[in-house]
C-alpha cells in the first residue's frame, strides 16, 4: 500500500516570501502527482498536477518539482499571499492501483 | 453548476445509531469515492465506485457501507456508529483514468462533518 510522506506539518511565511513543501512516495506503476488545496469548511480543490514527461511544472506562482529517481516532489509558493493561507494535501497514485493515497496536510500561514 | 453536493453537512450521533450520508455530483462522473480526514492523517479512502452499481473497499473501509444508488448518487451508510468514525467525510467524482498516464481530477464536496458521542 501507498505511503506518502509529507513535510512540514505547518509553515509561516510572511507575505512575498517562498512556501516549500515536501513529499516523498514509494512505488507506484502510475506517475501522476497531484497538490490539492483545502480551505477551513471547504472541500480539498485540485491546484496543480504533475505527469512523468516533465521535471518542473509551474502554473502562476505554484510550481512542482518532481525527482523521480529520488521519488520526490515539492510545491513551492512563489511571492506568498495571505490568500494563500490554506492546507495543501500532497497525493500519489497507490502503487499498481490508480487511486491516490494522501499526505498528511501542510498548514501554510501567510502573514501580511 | 452545483459540483458536488454533500449532506447534511453536520451531524451528531450516539454510539449504535445509524446513519446515512448523502452524495450526488452534476458533472456527468462515472468514479464516485468517498473518504474521511482525520487530523494529521491527511485523507483516507473508505470505498470506491468506478460506474453505477460497482464498488470497491479502499483503506478503512470496516464499518462503512455504500450504495452507488445511479451515476449521480454514491451514499455512504454507517450501521452501528462509533466514537472512532467521528471524523469529516468528504464525497468526490472524477472522469475514469484515461491510459497509463490518465488520471484526471477529483472534485471534492464540502463535506459532512460527523461527531459521534
Known amino acids: 500500500q501507498q505511503q506518502v510522506k509529507q513535510s512540514p506539518q505547518s509553515l509561516i511565511v510572511q507575505k512575498g516570501g517562498i512556501s516549500i513543501i515536501n513529499c516523498a512516495y514509494e512505488?507506484?506503476?502510475?506517475?501522476?502527482f497531484p497538490w490539492y488545496q483545502q480551505f477551513p469548511g471547504k472541500g480539498p480543490a485540485l491546484l496543480i498536477a504533475i505527469r512523468p514527461d516533465v521535471s518542473e511544472k509551474k502554473e502562476g506562482r505554484f510550481t512542482i518539482s518532481f525527482n523521480k529517481s529520488a521519488k520526490q516532489f515539492s510545491l513551492h509558493i512563489m511571492d506568498s499571499q495571505p490568500g494563500d493561507s490554506a492546507t495543501y494535501f500532497c497525493a500519489a497514485p497507490r502503487g499498481n492501483d490508480y487511486k491516490l493515497s494522501f499526505g498528511a496536510g501542510t498548514t501554510v500561514t501567510v502573514r501580511a | 453548476n452545483a459540483g458536488v453536493t454533500q449532506t447534511p453537512k453536520f451531524q451528531v450521533l450516539k454510539t449504535g445509531q445509524s446513519m446515512t450520508l448523502q452524495c450526488a455530483q452534476d458533472m456527468n462522473h462515472n468514479s464516485m469515492y468517498w473518504y474521511r480526514q482525520d487530523p494529521g492523517m491527511g485523507l483516507r479512502l473508505i470505498y470506491y465506485?468506478?460506474?453505477?452499481?460497482?464498488?470497491d473497499k479502499g483503506e478503512v473501509p470496516n464499518g462503512y457501507n455504500v450504495s452507488r444508488l445511479n451515476k449521480r448518487e454514491f451514499s455512504l451508510r454507517l450501521e452501528s456508529a462509533a466514537p472512532s468514525q467521528t471524523s469529516v467525510y468528504f464525497c468526490a467524482s472524477s472522469e475514469p483514468r484515461r491510459g497509463l498516464f490518465g488520471n484526471q481530477p477529483q472534485h471534492f464536496g464540502d463535506g459532512t462533518r460527523l461527531s459521534i458521542l
Open positions: 512505488n507506484t506503476a502510475f506517475d501522476y
Open positions: 465506485s468506478a460506474s453505477e452499481g460497482t464498488t
